[in-house]
Structures are given as structure tokens and as C-alpha cells.
């Protein structure tokens, strides 16, 4: 197995381009697993952990532009008010020490239907920045990122720069459902953002379909039906909930049985979007 280890962006580009084969590793929370239960045995290693601008995070025209290694650690302790979602997703991830080393580009690299980030990412409208040294920069939507288990839409010549994130403007929950209360890879997620300046709402579900998804017909429906003045119809949060457990198309495995995972989407769906709405009312009240 071969270790390249570039110290600029540009290098990584241009190792990439020249060994397409090549694994890119920066946290290693995913890969190394991987390699050292021998369930992938790559020709090589791309270590981006020299390439400094991929840790670092800025607002750029009006989005949060989140380098691909940004730990979740700096994103709970930094981005918790424009990026609430994700930072309530980040909180839930691993041990601290995983969440000192791994970060959403890693996350949208395994494109796992599991992992924690992918929910907010989509509620909150999410576009992957990705770019190649031959062909250059592609903005990639969230929605259209994930094309089967642990299959993104990379080329083989790309790796993922940075993630853009328009900043928060109502509330945002992310909930998670385990086997056991902490360091648990989900056996379902749900994730929800309300966007009041556009009157509407985003949904994000993981650990539940092939890849992580939205739940379109939900969206729609609430798109049709809230009045963003008065309470919850608890009606409504039903049929949502009825919805984005419909948008679901989990399997059986060892964490849990589709029919658990399609029942609790359901459930946190209403939930989150509760939680979500008197938030919302209690803004406006105050």
C-alpha cells in the first residue's frame, strides 16, 4: 500500500488526478476501521492531514463554508448558532475523541446511510464543493450527493473541499435513535429545518433507505398547510410524521428491523417538528 502525503491543496488535486485509486484519509474514523478489520485493502493512501485550508471555516456571500476536515468538535463549539442542525448532529457523534478527528467531508466521503451529518445537511439545503485538478470545481446539492451504499457522486479524480451551509434562519433538531445512548452508529436519524423567510420546511432522514434522503411529500404538505402564526395542528404533525415515515425504505439488519426504523422515523418526525414549531412560536412571542 502506497502513503502519499501532500501539504497543499494543489498537490492533493494533483495526487488524486495521478493515482484516481488512491483512498483519501484525514480523520480515518471510517477508513482505518475498514483496513484494519480487512474489509478494504486500497493501493494507496491519500493523506490530507497537511493541507491546512481544509480545517478551516469561513462565511462566504452569505453561506458557512466548512472545510472538508473541520472536526465536528470545531463545529459544536463554533457553528452551534448558524449551523444548529449540524451541531446538534456533531454532538452525537462517536466519543470525543472521534469528534476531534472526524468530519463532515469524511462523513460525505463513506456516504454511509448512517452517518450522523447527512440529515442536517439535507434539511438545511446543504452543497458539497468538490473539485478536480483537470476539470476544476463542482457544486454538488446535497440531495443529489448520495447515489447508493456508501456510493457518492465523486469522479475518480475529485475529493470533497468544503461543504456550504446558509446559515440557519429558524429552528433546527436533529434526533437519533441507538441502541444504546452513546458512541452508537444510528439505526435511525431524522433531522428537520424550518425556514420561515421561505415558509417552508426541510427534512433530512438517515439510516433508513439505501442512502440519506428527503422526505419530499412531507415537505409538501407542510409547504400547503402551516400557518406560521398559530399553533401546531397536532393533526398535521401526524400526517407529517405518516409521511416521512413513508419516504423511508430501510432493511432488516443487526441494528434493528425495517419495521422499527419506518415506526420511529415516524416518530421523530412529529417530534422534531413539535420541538421545531414552539421554538418558532416562542420567537415570535418574544
Given amino acids: 500500500m502506497d502513503f502519499l502525503r501532500p501539504t497543499t491543496w494543489d498537490e492533493a488535486l494533483a495526487a488524486k488526478a ?51 476536515a473541520v472536526p465536528y468538535t470545531t463545529i459544536i463549539e463554533e457553528l452551534g448558532g448558524p449551523l444548529r442542525g449540524l ?25 454511509s446511510p448512517a452517518g450522523d451529518s447527512h440529515p442536517p445537511l439535507l434539511a438545511a439545503d446543504a452543497v458539497v464543493e468538490v473539485e478536480s485538478r483537470d476539470r476544476g470545481v463542482r457544486m454538488i446539492p446535497a440531495a443529489e450527493f448520495y447515489l447508493g451504499v456508501k456510493r457518492n457522486a465523486l469522479e475518480p479524480d475529485e475529493l470533497i473541499r468544503a461543504v456550504h451551509v446558509k446559515p440557519a434562519t429558524g429552528p433546527q433538531y436533529f434526533s437519533k435513535v441507538g441502541t444504546r445512548n452513546a458512541m452508537v452508529i444510528a439505526v435511525c436519524s431524522f433531522a428537520i429545518a424550518l425556514h420561515p423567510d421561505e415558509r417552508r420546511v426541510g427534512t433530512g432522514i438517515g439510516s433508513a433507505a439505501p442512502t440519506p434522503r428527503r422526505a419530499p411529500e412531507a415537505e409538501e404538505l407542510l409547504a400547503r398547510e402551516l ?11 401526524r400526517r407529517f410524521g405518516e409521511l416521512c415515515a413513508a419516504a423511508a425504505a430501510p432493511i432488516d439488519d443487526v441494528r434493528g428491523t425495517a419495521a422499527y426504523r419506518v415506526h420511529a422515523v415516524g416518530v421523530m418526525a412529529r417530534r422534531t417538528l413539535t420541538w421545531a414549531w414552539n421554538d418558532h412560536l416562542g420567537r415570535r412571542a418574544a
Avoid: F, H, K, Y
Avoid at 493515482?19 to 486500497?42: F, H, K, L, S
Avoid at 478527528?101 to 466521503?109: I, K
Fill in 18 to 68: 495521478e493515482r484516481p485509486e488512491a483512498v483519501p484519509i484525514q480523520g480515518g474514523t471510517d477508513v482505518m476501521v475498514e483496513i484494519n478489520m480487512d474489509v478494504r485493502r486500497p493501493a494507496a493512501l491519500l493523506d490530507l492531514n497537511q493541507v491546512a485550508e481544509l480545517r478551516e471555516w469561513a462565511m462566504v456571500d452569505g453561506m458557512c463554508r466548512v472545510g472538508a
Fill in 227 to 237: 400557518d406560521w402564526s398559530a399553533p401546531l395542528d397536532p393533526a398535521l404533525a
Fill in 87 to 111: 451541531a446538534q448532529a456533531s454532538r452525537t457523534v462517536g466519543s470525543p475523541q472521534i469528534r476531534n478527528r472526524g468530519s463532515v467531508g469524511g462523513n460525505l466521503g463513506a456516504a
